[in-house]
């Protein structure tokens, strides 16, 4: 194992504008980047944790305060999972040493997870909770986007009349939404068919983590997609029978490196394969992207919030988000 000096810094990503989901309002974000200096590269990774976890800026500092001299011995990327929990510091750590490896072998952290070239993937664009008529506004000035996804609040009259008005507004597009754990049981018959009525396609995180054998016998007339009930492999077996999808989030399960072990795990079971991110910068979101190869459904839009992204950034175009070696990862060495 080669030594490592191990950096954290902290960024605060602020939003251009509030972003409403249900129960909370964010307008900035906490991240940690995490560098790796072998002496000669440096690879990169940055994470915001996972609000609804505890996993906050305190939390990720302290893990990787505790982990310092493990993380510094050069340990192996299967090593690094028992060394750090799942969460925010993990994903930065484990970004930066995919990084890391990606520029000393010259090769792109997609060929080292062993995949085909990317392609650009199609992307959910998501409005945030707000009045019916703004949000519909807020679709309509999505122009490039051919899916959306509308975070609703719990409110059930008034979510339906939000995704209405998305409707009118979109006739055209690929709907989810996302219920951030806002409903129960008795509310999903009512919110899941007048889903049906306007055209979604998912339903997303509709019932509290912990609420999950709630939908034991449920059968949705609209795949349900687990979020805060789908964090780490762990979880893949108890969603069976219950979610048709799995969104896996980096800063939730810890990384890219279990991102694809959930995704060979997840499709084993008989589950789709969504990738999401929290609130993240270009450099959050070049993992995931990789990851989301592999993936049914995208949800990647995290860099658009931000009043100022990194450069060069993830390139959203007709729909799509394309992002190459020049925002993470090393280029392929050119062939003659």
């Given at each position: 194992m080669t030594r490592l000096k191990l950096g954290v810094s902290?960024?605060?990503?602020?939003?251009?504008?509030?972003?409403?989901?249900?129960?909370?309002?964010?307008?900035?974000?906490?991240?940690?980047?995490?560098?790796?200096?072998?002496?000669?590269?440096?690879?990169r990774g940055e994470a915001t944790g996972v609000y609804y976890l505890g996993d906050d800026l305190t939390n990720m500092l302290a893990q990787l305060g505790q982990a310092h001299d493990a993380i510094e011995a050069g340990p192996s990327r299967a090593e690094l999972r028992s060394i750090l929990p799942a969460g925010g510091a993990r994903n930065a750590v484990d970004a930066a040493m995919w990084e890391l490896e990606s520029k000393r072998t010259g090769r792109p952290v997609w060929a080292l997870a062993g995949l085909e070239q990317p392609r650009p993937l199609r992307t959910t664009f998501t409005v945030g909770a707000d009045d019916p008529e703004k949000m519909a506004k807020a679709a309509a000035a999505y122009t490039q986007a051919r899916s959306i996804k509308v975070k609703l609040t719990g409110q059930l009259d008034l979510d339906i009349a939000r995704v209405g008005a998305i409707r009118t507004a979109r006739p055209d597009v690929w709907i989810g939404v996302d219920a951030n754990q806002g409903f129960t049981i008795g509310d999903l018959d009512a919110l899941a068919n007048a889903m049906v009525d306007a055209g979604v396609s998912l339903i997303e995180q509709p019932l509290a983590r912990g609420r999950e054998a709630d939908l034991d016998g449920y059968r949705s007339p609209i795949p349900l997609a687990a979020d805060e009930s789908a964090l780490t492999l762990g979880d893949v077996a108890g969603l069976q029978g219950r979610f048709d999808v799995f969104n896996i989030k980096l800063d939730k399960c810890g990384g890219l490196t279990e991102a694809l072990m959930i995704a060979a795990a997840a499709r084993d079971a008989g589950l789709g394969v969504m990738v999401g991110c929290m609130v993240c910068s270009s450099l959050g979101a070049a993992p995931g992207f990789v990851a989301g190869q592999l993936c049914d459904l995208v949800d990647l839009d995290g860099p658009l919030f931000l009043a100022r992204d990194r450069s060069p950034g993830v390139i959203y175009r007709d729909g799509t988000v394309w992002c190459d070696e020049t925002v993470w990862g090393a280029r392929a060495p050119a062939t003659a």
């Open positions: 902290v960024e605060k990503l602020r939003l251009a504008e509030p972003f409403r989901i249900a129960g909370r309002t964010f307008d900035s974000a906490n991240a940690i980047v995490v560098t790796l200096d072998d002496g000669a590269f440096v690879g």
